[in-house]
């Protein structure tokens, strides 16, 4: 197959009709394994929705060949029954290797559209697969720098409104398993570039405070018999550029059993550019889960929110058009985000999101009446 190349011509954003064209040309691939995996499961006839807005700061997208503008489509139609203010769309974390991988051009002249409702963060299809390659290659000299800051640039002048989804350490899913320590040289470039233009990383990253085998219940191959340490190596990270706003993804979302109240609560301490994101999916609810099995956050967990506020964002990991007869992430969250003080609640939903993006959203969020 073909494969579209990685940069786009002339940093335009693809239109409608070219996306068809690509899709229907065979030329483009999209990764269906959320929906073909997923095991179907009950919900509610009528979803509840959120007592006062929110943004849910990271969701993705899936394409229907016939219908490329369908995902916008279904997530304006989410926002009045969640009650959301703002929907954003992250690119998947992939690989040059992966056939079809794309990137924010896919989506973003649509989602431009509608500001102030959608908006959408780029480089998880070409800046993440640069820092796998050149983990891999051990390759990170002038010539690579150089391309991987001219086109974090270039995203930016497009309209992404930050860098997301990145990972140090991916599961294979998807798209392919993925690590790259996460002070590798990119990593910090990104974290310089990101700081002086005051937009956001977002990463996905499995906690792994040392070098051990690959958890039970994960096959490998596809997955590495071993795990690499990363713990010591995101703190680095952090500590690189304390500018730069680094959200660590999918806190409720727990693969190695290590992502603890205690783990969180320490780096939050120790670094005041670190954020987190609350998913919580019932159809996987992974180890470390935030709530019971009646529902109920866990007290623990509580007190962490309650006591930085500041620091956390709802990042549902909801696909667009939702898949068919299975729960929807963004309810669990919601149904977290409710048991929340008012306070803390107005905090995670939206203030907290309007500070880590700034001018390309802060201005329509205060709108939102919390």
């Known amino acids: 197959m073909k494969r579209l190349p990685w940069i786009f011509a002339a940093a335009v954003p693809l239109s409608a009709m070219g996306i068809a064209a690509l899709l229907l040309s065979g030329r483009l691939s999209f990764p269906r394994a959320f929906a073909a995996n997923a095991a179907a499961a009950p919900q509610a006839t009528e979803p509840i929705p959120a007592l006062t807005p929110f943004v849910d700061e990271h969701t993705h997208f899936d394409f229907d060949e016939k219908d490329p503008e369908g995902a916008v489509r279904a997530a304006l139609s989410a926002l009045g029954r969640e009650n959301a203010a703002m929907i954003v769309f992250q690119i998947s974390p992939d690989t040059f290797d992966h056939p079809g991988h794309y990137d924010a051009e896919i989506l973003l002249a649509a989602v431009k559209k509608h500001p102030g409702k959608l908006a959408i963060t780029g480089g998880g299809g070409t800046l993440n697969a640069m820092i796998v390659q050149s983990a891999a290659t051990g390759d990170a000299g002038p010539a690579v720098r150089k391309k991987f800051k001219e086109r974090a640039e270039e995203l930016l002048r497009e309209g992404v409104i930050g860098f997301g989804e990145m990972t140090a350490e991916h599961f294979d899913g998807a798209t392919p398993y993925q690590y790259a320590p996460a002070d590798h040289p990119l990593f910090l470039l990104l974290a310089d570039i990101a700081a002086e233009h005051n937009v956001p990383i977002d ?3 499995e906690a792994v405070p040392q070098d051990m085998p690959l958890p039970a219940g994960l096959k490998s191959p596809p997955n590495p018999p071993r795990l690499h340490a990363n713990i010591a190596a ?9 500018r730069a706003k680094i959200i660590w993804a999918h806190l409720g979302s727990d693969n ?20 987190m994101e609350i998913k919580t999916d019932p159809r996987a609810p992974g180890l470390n889960y935030p709530m019971t ?9 509580l007190k962490l929110f309650n006591d930085f506020p500041d620091r956390f964002v709802i990042g549902s990991d909801q696909h667009y058009p939702e898949p068919k007869g299975q729960d929807r992430r963004w309810q669990e969250a919601v149904l977290l985000f409710n048991q929340l003080p008012a306070g803390v609640r107005k905090k995670i939903g939206t203030e907290n999101v309007a500070a880590l993006y700034g001018s390309s959203v802060a201005p329509y969020l205060r709108a939102a009446k919390n």
Not at 293 to 301: A, L, N, Q, R, T
């Open 203 to 205: 990463l996905h990253m």
């Open 234 to 242: 995101f703190e680095r990270f952090l500590s690189h550029n304390p």
């Open 256 to 275: 190695t059993g290590y992502r603890t109240v205690e783990l969180d609560r320490r780096l939050l301490l120790e670094h005041p550019n670190l954020y």
């Open 293 to 301: 099995e009646d529902g109920k956050i866990k007290p623990e967990w």
